[in-house]
């Protein structure tokens, strides 16, 4: 494997592919030299950060044509109007 990436931190350099062992293995040190309701705490920390944030699209189509047709073509207009343009005097 070629590393085709460097990554500068703290003034040291780190390969692209190295890093993610880099990483890995620092968390392992830290970890283990919490005690155990530290350690708790970082699980729960890791494992709110495994969460996928948002809702799954499935759980959404029970609100499939809830929208009035009319109103989705007033917000359509709207998103088209307001994003479709460039104000040259906001840069």
């Known amino acids: 494997m070629i590393p085709t990436l ?3 931190e ?8 190295i890093v993610a ?11 283990e030299r919490l005690d155990s309701p ?3 705490k ?3 920390f890791a494992r709110q950060l495994a969460i996928p944030a ?14 009035d047709p ?3 073509d007033v917000m359509s207009h709207a998103i088209q109007e ?3 343009k460039i104000d040259q005097n906001a840069w």
């Open 21 to 31: 062992k880099t990483v890995k293995d620092e968390i392992i040190e830290q970890v």
């Open 70 to 72: 009319e109103d989705l």
């Open 6 to 8: 460097l990554d500068f």
């Open 38 to 40: 530290q350690q708790k």
């Open 42 to 44: 970082v699980l729960e």
């Open 54 to 67: 948002g809702t799954p699209g499935r759980s959404l189509m029970g609100f499939v044509g809830c929208i």
């Open 10 to 17: 703290d003034g040291v350099a780190y390969i692209d592919f």
């Open 82 to 84: 307001g994003c479709e």
